[in-house]
T-cell receptor
Framework: GAVVSQHPSWVICKSGTSVKIECRSL??????MFWYRQFPKQSLMLMAT?????????EQGVEKDKFLINHASLTLSTLTVTSAHPEDSSFYIC???????????FGPGTRLTVT | GQNIDQPTEMTATEGAIVQINCTYQ??????LFWYQQHAGEAPTFLSY????GLEEKGRFSSFLSRSKGYSYLLLKELQMKDSASYLC??????????FGTGTRLKVLA
């Protein structure tokens, strides 16, 4: 399966600041990446689908101006949480999709804590 | 719309067999995945069902009935390391995953 990395693995920031999370596909070109958010003891919630060279598609209820997604290359997608608030504290996970089937490969996740 | 339900928590004993159910309602269906997730880590792939029936892979098996909107994951010879969350996810018409509520499994010695 594909190898996906995320950076940073954890970050603490102050309320009102912005945080950028990187998701890299290390061994294949990913035209599509997905961003998820996971609160403690809950399942993964899809936030948006990131498409290389075009705008991301956001799920209902996710503020696109707050969660900025950029997918400028076939190996890198970034999620920027702007003007972060404590309620944005969560585990953010990205994934890439195998072009040949439906399986997704997940990154190790980024733990964001907003103080 | 889509709705996917799983039991929230289950407890089983080391060496036993446990079945984790996943029921769903969806307007379209492409396939159903099962993932294992340890706390603070990324989900790891366990199985994928497209057609009805049982898929076996070592200690793990997954069953699908599309007409009933039902799947289960069967874990045999439970080990302590199997304590984790188990997530079912389905795809329907797009490549997006819709995850179930997740089941936290605790394996006791």
């Amino acid at each position: 399966g594909a190898v996906v990395s995320q950076h940073p693995s954890w970050v603490i920031c102050k309320s009102g600041t912005s945080v950028k999370i990187e998701c890299r596909s290390l061994d294949f070109q990913a035209t599509t990446m997905f961003w998820y958010r996971q609160f403690p003891k809950q399942s993964l919630m899809l936030m948006a689908t990131s498409n290389e060279g075009s705008k991301a598609t956001y799920e209902q209820g996710v503020e696109k101006d707050k969660f900025l997604i950029n997918h400028a290359s076939l190996t890198l997608s970034t999620l920027t949480v702007t003007s972060a608030h404590p309620e944005d504290s969560s585990f953010y996970i990205c994934s890439t999709r195998d072009r040949l089937d439906y399986e997704q490969y997940f990154g190790p996740g980024t733990r964001l804590t907003v103080t | 719309g889509q709705n996917i339900d799983q039991p929230t928590e289950m407890t089983a004993t080391e060496g036993a067999i446990v079945q984790i159910n996943c029921t769903y309602q969806t307007s379209g269906f492409n396939g159903l995945f099962w993932y294992q997730q340890h706390a603070g880590e990324a989900p790891t792939f366990l199985s994928y069902n497209v057609l009805d029936g049982l898929e076996e892979k070592g200690r793990f098996s997954s069953f699908l009935s599309r007409s009933k909107g039902y799947s289960y994951l069967l874990l045999k010879e439970l080990q302590m390391k199997d304590s984790a969350s188990y997530l079912c996810a389905l795809t329907s018409g797009t490549y997006k995953y819709i995850f179930g509520t997740g089941t936290r499994l605790k394996v006791l010695a």
